[in-house]
């Protein structure tokens, strides 16, 4: 047979394994998604440092070419002062043909116009022809700079091309004003291109990144939902295992008890026949008087066994008489060796309690019995009756070989024994008559071999 302690305690140790498991493999993948996470932030980091890098290589591109723009701006704006020599015209406009190969401008008037200004695309006459692409190039130079401001001075001449005075007898000259507009070059425009996916793919990374963390912050809890949910199905499961072992537990007692008291009530009812029988034959008293001690004895374990199972009425009444008849009934056949105390309080003998008597009795009875046995040839058994506030305490105690103490709660289980010749059902049946029955508590308070066992009932008053 399994002890069913042991069943217990296994069903508690798979159940806790198996919570431990799914908690440490939760947790492991949670770490897994925190290095993930941490990986992506690395990825991330050294994505911002190309980012850094292309953004400083833009940044003096960006100035280089500006300069240069400025170079062939301030070469465009002397190129037309009348004061320029030829050789000096000659310097500028080669100035202005070696800065304007890499980098591709267009010079507009205030009003926007191109005709009467210049540009160093290649096919330039294009802007002419199609002022809509000419406004959207200027659109995106705008996008990409600020343009530049020059003032072209232009010499006034007549209709025959001669210079026009001014009041002073010095040549007239009007400051045109002019706006230069250039685009990034072709290298700069690659790198531009580079920083801005590098950017998108750095922002991408980043919104993973950060649903992860949203992910791992909210799966921190999963373990201990994890846990609590395993934890519940369990005891669920070990809770409907245990009472439904419970009831059939219950049913096999109820069962065992109605047909003991049926199979002691068959030859009990031909027995007091007999002695009816006898007294009509004028059989001595003596021995009929000793029948009929028997036959009360056997109808009252018949009795005892039919309220098993059923919810026995319990009555208030004095403890002692009760267990001072029980114990007189007990010492009458024990050994003459062993002797028999009832300690109560004086406090007791007016308090009341409730009790079925007729399973009360048994319980005391199965309980001395058993400290019989356990003293074997001579002893002393105690019994004291104590008070506190709320509860009775009645302790039975003994100098017998005494019980381990690994089988404090063992002997109250169905079927042990340390008898040879033993069902293991009188500790059995008093636990469920004091703690069902009785709503009390029946437990080895303490158990020293040859000295003293105490085996101890609660009960509420």
Not at 284 to 294: A, F, L, P, T
Not at 327 to 339: G, H, M, P, V
């Amino acid at each position: 047979m399994i002890n069913k302690s042991i069943l217990n305690k296994v069903v508690i140790v798979l159940m806790f394994l198996l919570a431990a498991t799914t908690l440490l493999l939760t947790y492991q993948y949670i770490i897994d998604m925190n290095n993930n996470s941490k990986s992506l932030i690395n990825d991330v980091e050294k994505l911002e440092q190309q980012e850094k890098l292309q953004l400083e290589i833009i940044t003096n591109l960006q100035s280089k070419e500006r300069f240069q723009v400025e170079v062939w701006a301030d070469a465009i704006e002397k190129l037309f002062k009348p004061e320029i020599s030829d050789e000096q015209k000659a310097v500028l406009i080669e100035i202005i043909e070696k800065t304007g190969d890499d980098i591709q401008a267009i010079v507009l008037n205030e009003n926007g116009d191109f005709s009467t200004s210049s540009s160093n695309f290649k096919n330039s006459q294009i802007f002419q022809l199609d002022k809509d692409y000419l406004d959207s190039v200027i659109f995106i130079m705008k996008s990409q700079n600020d343009p530049i401001k020059i003032d072209i001075p232009i010499v006034q001449r007549d209709s025959q091309n001669n210079f026009i005075l001014d009041s002073n007898g010095e040549v007239k000259i009007i400051q045109a004003i002019n706006y230069i507009y250039y685009k990034d070059s072709e290298i700069l425009d690659a790198i531009d291109k580079m920083f801005y996916e590098s950017k998108m793919l750095s922002n991408s990374i980043k919104q993973i990144n950060l649903r992860y963390n949203n992910s791992s912050n909210k799966l921190k809890y999963l373990p201990i939902v994890i846990f609590i949910i395993s934890l519940f199905l369990f005891l669920s499961a070990y809770y409907i295992f245990y009472y439904s072992q419970k009831s059939t537990q219950n049913k096999l007692w109820v069962g065992m008890a109605k047909e003991t008291a049926h199979q002691i009530g068959t030859p009990l009812s031909s027995l007091i026949g007999w002695a009816d029988y006898f007294k009509e034959k004028g059989i001595d008293s003596k021995i009929i008087n000793e029948i009929e001690k028997d036959t009360d004895r056997l109808k009252q374990i018949a009795n005892r066994f039919s309220m098993i199972g059923s919810r026995p009425s319990l009555e208030k009444v004095e403890l002692k008489p009760v267990l001072q008849k029980t114990i007189d009934y007990i010492k009458k056949r024990a050994s003459k060796k062993i002797q028999f105390k009832l300690n109560v309080d004086e406090k007791i003998n007016l308090i009341k309690v409730n009790v079925c008597v007729e399973l009360f009795s048994w319980v005391t009875e199965n309980i001395l019995k058993n400290s019989i046995d356990s003293i074997q040839t001579d002893g002393v058994i105690n019994v004291y009756v104590k008070t506190n506030k709320s509860q009775l305490i009645i302790d039975f105690c003994d100098n017998g070989k005494g019980i381990l103490k690994s089988n404090f709660k063992n002997i109250f289980e169905p079927g042990y024994t340390s008898k040879k010749r033993g069902w293991g059902l009188g500790l059995s049946l008093s636990k469920r008559i004091i703690s069902e029955y009785h709503s009390g508590q029946i437990f080895v308070f303490k158990s020293v071999p040859y000295k003293e066992t105490v085996l101890r009932i609660i009960l509420n008053k």
